[in-house]
């Protein structure tokens, strides 16, 4: 099995951010680290090696779904790192979408990341730019 590398986990603080101190996400809900959100609450403050351990614990379902997909693939470290992100931030149900459940070539699949830029119907710049960052991790050699 694969493991997200160094150049992932970059990747994914840059667009992720880093709050030390709980605040409400967008949705409402109590966020720390780098997007933790489970047993969360107000008032909360952490270290930077804990956010890091929240990170590490929160990519291992992204990572368990992309090694499912690893399987019929045999992904490149940088595709595996991009499609990682991607699963870690649009959810397991896009990324099944996103391989056309297994059946789409792999250049495709790299193509189709630059899809999922929207949120409630409109595109928004912060997708745009994650979606082109995974593309080009996903496309480097």
Do not use: W
């Amino acid at each position: 099995m694969k493991s997200v590398s160094i150049t992932g986990l970059v990747l994914i603080k840059n667009f992720e951010g880093l709050r030390l101190s709980a605040y409400k996400c967008p949705a409402g809900v109590p966020t720390i680290g780098y997007g933790h959100t489970k047993n969360v609450k107000m008032g909360d403050v952490i270290t930077l090696e804990q956010a890091n351990l929240y990170l590490l614990q929160d990519l291992k379902g992204s990572i368990f779904c992309v090694n499912e997909y690893d399987k019929i693939y045999n992904f490149t470290q940088n595709e595996f790192d991009a499609l990682v992100s991607f699963t870690f931030n649009c959810g397991k149900g896009n990324l099944t979408k996103l391989t056309g459940k297994g059946t789409r070539n792999k250049a495709l699949i790299g193509q189709k990341i630059l899809e999922y830029n929207k949120a409630g119907g409109k595109v928004l710049n912060g997708l745009v730019r994650r979606r082109q960052a995974e593309h080009d991790l996903y496309f480097t050699r």
